[in-house]
Structure formats: C-alpha cells, structure tokens
C-alpha cells in the first residue's frame, strides 16, 4: 500500500514529504492509520547521525497510534477500526531467553530487537520507517492496546518516555513508602513523578533550575531538591532508595552516589554516553548498586499504559501539524529539556498537498 511519510534523505537534509511502498498484512501482522505519533529526542539524534548508524532515508517515529485499517491471518488480539500503539520495538526473535523472559528489548537472537525505524542492526540495505508516516504494518506481538480511558493522544509518550522510567521501577521493585528520586525533569522526569506516585512512592526531583520548582511540585513531587545548591544535597544526603537519572548527557554522577541510601540502587536511562570519572569508593562502602536500563519489554509497556490510564497520569503534549517539524527538531536541538512533549496529528499530513497529490519525493520500500 502507499504510505505517504516525513523523512531525511541524508545527514545535512531537512525533514521532507516522501512517499514509499507499505507492506500488507502477511500472517499475524496488523496494519494501521497512524492517527498520532510523538517527536522523541532520539528522533532528532538519528534523523543527524549523532550515533553515527543512520541509514538514509531515515523516516523517525516510534510514540505512535494508529487505526487498525486490516489484519492478518491468525490475528486474534486486535480488531478492524480499534485504537492501537507501538512503541520503539517492531520485531524481535521471540525465542531466545531475553525474549521469553518478556524483555525483547535485550533479545539476543542474530539482530536483536529490530527497532521501529533505523531498525537493522546488521544493515544489508533494507531498513524500517517509523510513525512520521500515514501507514504502517507490524506483527500483532508488538502492538499494544491504547485503553479505552486513556486519551489517544497521551499514549505515543508512555510507550517511549513512560516505559524507560517504569521498567527500572518494577525491575528493582519500588515499594510503598519508598523514596524514589528522579533526575532531570524532562520528557522521561516528568513522568517518572507521576508515575512514581502512583505506585505509593515518596518522590524526590533533583533539577538544576530553581526557577521550576513550583512547576515540579505542581506535577506531584513530594520534594524538589536543586541540584547546583549544597546545602540542599547536603539535606538529601543517604536518601534515596531508588534513584532513576534520565539526564541525557555527560554529567558528574559523583554527587548523586552520596543521595543513595545503603543498599540503594541508581539506575541510569538517559545518557548512553559517558561520564566523568568518579570514585566507586562510595558504592563500595554504602553497598550502592549503579544499574541501567533501557525501555522495556512489551508486556510492560501494557502495563504502563493501563496504569497511566487507571491513575489518569498524562505526559504534557503539545500538538503540532506536520509541517512544524523542522521548527520543533530545531527547538528541540537547542534546548536542553523541554517541558512537554510535541506530538504530530497525522491528519495535518493526510490533508496536505504531499498527500492528496503525491508531492512527495519517491524512496525504496521498507523492511516494515
Ligand atoms: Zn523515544
Ligand atoms: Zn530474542
């Protein structure tokens, strides 16, 4: 099927309208209307090659739902016209003990998860295009449900920056009455606090800007700590019983090891890069486990979305056409967080000249 979507052709191109070939349902597979799809910082990161394992053309998108337009063969959890959403994973081996285990996200089959756009880890020339598209087509393992109580557009970021904060929470099993504390009150932070909450934690924010210290109480942390006063770390010292950094950068994580209690553990999500050398002295004498953590497997990603409904916990969005892409990559690139999450309405695309008459530059088919 044609599929109409927003991509860049090379490093040093801009987000433009291409147009491509979808695949349609084979056996077990869904396809789907993107109706929203949310613009994650990863998206910026990869549409530059900031990683350094782009492959052009690169279609980002990976907070998405959609309508179910057909299934499959043997399809038996989704319906024509139901609400549906995928993450940032399309595809894994589904037999290898990471995927058993629920935690496709670390399969260890021949490419492991394959991820909704850039998705080939061993590149042979095909490639997957995400959610900055009208279409898609993915296996029914992989979608999940947008519950009914939950509003649609709020989902796209719940299975991207809700997720990666949730899954170290169940994995390390944050309990009633603990305190968790949180790091960077961005896209992940912000929800982070939210989510927190609602599994009866205490929760701390850490920020390094004073002047949104109401606007962090106002989205429910019990405490907020400003990271740059010492008398206020000072205060917070041994703390901590679960701490989940989702700063994005290279930082000093030394100040943050003296806020864990004994025993605690501080999981890091955000910076994938590096950090400044730091003494594991006080992990070694207060018993601090430093861990990290990346998204979430499937199962969990349900679960998140169910509890974010049953709780009313909602990620603050902004909605935006898709033609204020470039602006938002821009925005996005040149502040450090951002206080919401840009989500794209599909039908600003849908009703557009690139759409309606095939103004659209033409590039090869996907792998999904
Ligand atoms: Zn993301
Ligand atoms: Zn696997």
Not at 352 to 367: F, G, H, L
Request: aromatic fraction near 6%; hydrophobic fraction near 40%.
């Amino acid at each position: 099927m044609q599929a109409f979507g927003y991509g860049s052709l090379g490093e040093d191109k801009k987000l433009e309208p291409v147009m491509f070939d979808r695949k349609t349902p084979d056996k077990g597979e869904v396809a789907f209307d993107v109706v929203y799809c949310g613009v994650c910082h990863s998206d910026l990161h990869q549409v530059r090659n900031d990683w350094g394992n782009t492959i052009y053309p690169c279609v980002p998108g990976h907070e998405i739902v959609g309508k179910v337009t057909s299934i499959g063969e043997g399809v038996s959890k989704f319906k024509v016209g139901e609400l549906v959403g995928v993450g940032c994973m399309i595809d894994s081996c589904q037999e290898c003990s990471a995927c058993n285990d629920n935690l496709e996200q670390y399969c260890q089959g021949p490419k492991s998860c394959t991820l909704t756009y850039n998705g080939t880890k061993n590149p042979d020339g095909s490639n997957t295009y995400g959610g900055y598209s009208t279409a898609m087509c993915v296996r029914e393992e992989f979608i999940l449900r947008v519950p009914e109580k939950l509003d649609p557009k709020f989902a796209g970021p719940i299975m991207c920056a809700g997720i990666t904060v949730y899954s170290p929470m169940r994995h390390f099993n944050l309990q009633k009455g603990q305190t968790l504390g949180v790091v960077g009150i961005g896209g992940l932070g912000h929800m982070a606090i939210g989510i927190g909450k609602a599994l009866g934690a205490k929760v701390v924010a850490f920020t390094r800007h004073d002047d949104k210290v109401a606007q962090i109480r106002d989205l429910g942390a019990d405490e907020v700590v400003v990271s740059s006063d010492d008398e206020q770390m000072q205060a917070a010292m041994q703390s901590i019983d679960l701490m989940v950094n989702t700063i994005p950068v290279a930082h000093d994580i030394a100040p943050y090891l003296t806020l864990m209690k004994p025993n605690g553990t501080l999981v890091v999500v955000g910076n994938m890069i590096e950090f400044k050398a730091f003494s594991p002295g006080p992990l070694v004498f207060n018993g601090i486990n430093l861990a990290g953590s990346l998204i979430g497997g499937i199962q969990q990603t349900q679960e998140i979305l169910d509890l974010c409904a049953e709780h009313d916990i909602k990620p603050s969005v902004k909605m935006i056409g898709i033609d204020e892409l470039n602006d938002v990559f821009e925005e996005l690139s040149n502040a450090s967080q951002s206080d919401f999450r840009h989500v794209i309405d599909m039908q600003s695309f849908v009703k557009s000249d690139a759409v309606t008459n095939e103004q659209a530059k033409a590039i090869e088919a996907p792998i999904a």
